[in-house]
């Protein structure tokens, strides 16, 4: 029996693995410069390709439970046509292709010249694309990041991750009963609610949807489990949601007039999505003033644009949460123009709520799915919930 505050494990930083512990930190160190990209994660990457294949790295004992990384399955280790057939819609497959194209990129530009460079320590014949690939896996799944401090959260990008061995060992779930608190001494695991004998204990990875989960950690959270998960309604759906409502080609160039001054505003973007929560929209700010504003006659847009889009309106600020109330209470033109953007958003899925939930509810038929199968049916039932849930408050 565990009480809320009780220590579960205490790990000395010198244990943790990172770039810089790794035997080879003064060569990374010294490379700093040459080493930075996108990610931010190829010096930990680098340490970890060379202390797994070293055969008198310390941390043998550690790797020796990821003999071959087959127990990561990630989407971007699933066949394209399989994560194209299970996950179109959800907003998986995008990020996985961009995720693989950055792996490419960073492997061959700064990865691989790195190697050839210091052929003592590294051998890309054994040093492959592929084995990097695994270890970006890896970290995805098993890293932890270690939060900034407040002052310094403006200045610098956040700490580079790192690997955190027995801490790494606990499973996620949203309503968790465990996390891991830092130190400049040690990392300590601390229950953060009673726990009885017998019962799991699980951490928390952050507040990640579903989707998120099965991107980087390879699972996802079955309904109605994951209290954070979220929908996603791409900017551009509702754009188009808007030009379809437009009858004349004046309203259609109205439209687009709209359309550009909201992106001026930052309120929009071509690859932006609004966020859907179970609660509230997350995005709550970008989706008011975009439906406002496409909503508009001509002669309230004139007058907005005036003001640089702003109004002086101090009750419509305090009333700018998308709380479900508020979706609830938007006005009609706006209601609609939402409603038309969910069910664009619901066409790009392969499949209809009814036919998930119907194989939820079959035990038998669920049961016979593949875990991948399994896994990509939880993310894309929770979001489609989300979505129908949000059709039924703007009907």
Not at 37 to 56: C, D, F, K, M, R
Not at 184 to 213: D, H
Request: net charge negative; with cysteine; proline share 5%.
């Amino acid at each position: 029996e565990l009480e809320a505050g009780e220590g579960l494990v205490t790990v000395p930083r010198r244990a943790l693995l990172s770039q810089h512990t790794s035997s080879i930190h003064a060569l990374l160190q010294e490379a700093q410069e040459s080493l930075q990209s996108q990610s931010g994660w190829v010096p930990l990457l680098l340490a970890l390709l060379h202390e797994y294949t070293a055969s008198n790295s310390h941390w043998k004992p550690y790797f020796s439970l990821w003999q071959d990384f087959k127990s990561l399955d990630h989407p971007m280790f699933w066949p394209e046509e399989e994560r194209t057939r299970l996950l179109q819609g959800t907003g998986i497959p995008d990020a996985v292709e961009k995720d693989l194209a950055n792996i490419h990129l960073e492997y061959s530009s700064i990865v691989l010249p790195f190697m050839e460079s210091h052929p003592n320590v590294f051998d890309p014949k054994l040093h492959t694309l592929e084995l990097y690939k695994q270890l970006v896996a890896f970290v995805m799944a098993y890293s932890f990041q270690e939060p900034l401090e407040e002052e310094d959260e403006d200045e610098k990008g956040p700490n580079p991750p790192m690997m955190v061995p027995v801490a790494d060992i606990l499973n996620h779930v949203a309503n968790h009963n465990a996390n891991l608190e830092y130190s400049p001494q040690c990392l300590r695991m601390v229950t953060t609610q009673p726990i009885s004998k017998g019962q799991e204990i699980f951490n928390t990875y952050g507040q990640m949807a579903n989707w998120q989960l099965l991107h980087m950690y390879g699972f996802a959270e079955p309904y109605p489990g994951n209290t954070n998960d979220t929908a996603d309604i791409q900017m551009v759906t509702v754009r188009k949601a808007a030009l379809q409502r437009a009858k004349s080609e004046a309203q259609q160039q109205l439209v687009s007039e709209q359309w550009d001054f909201l992106c001026q505003l930052e309120m929009v973007g071509e690859e932006g999505a609004f966020v859907l929560g179970w609660d509230e929209v997350l995005t709550e700010e970008e989706l008011s003033t975009t439906l406002k504003v496409l909503c508009m006659s001509e002669e309230e847009f004139k007058e907005y644009k005036e003001q640089d889009g702003w109004e002086d309106n101090s009750e419509e600020e305090e009333n700018s949460t998308l709380s479900n109330e508020a979706l609830s209470r938007l006005k009609t033109p706006c209601k609609q123009l939402l409603y038309d953007s969910v069910l664009l958003t619901l066409e790009s899925y392969g499949s209809d709520l009814k036919a998930e939930q119907d194989l939820l509810n079959n035990k038998e038929a669920y049961e016979k799915l593949s875990r991948r199968e399994q896994q990509a049916l939880h993310v894309r039932y929770g979001q489609k919930r989300i979505l129908h849930q949000l059709l039924e408050l703007v009907r």
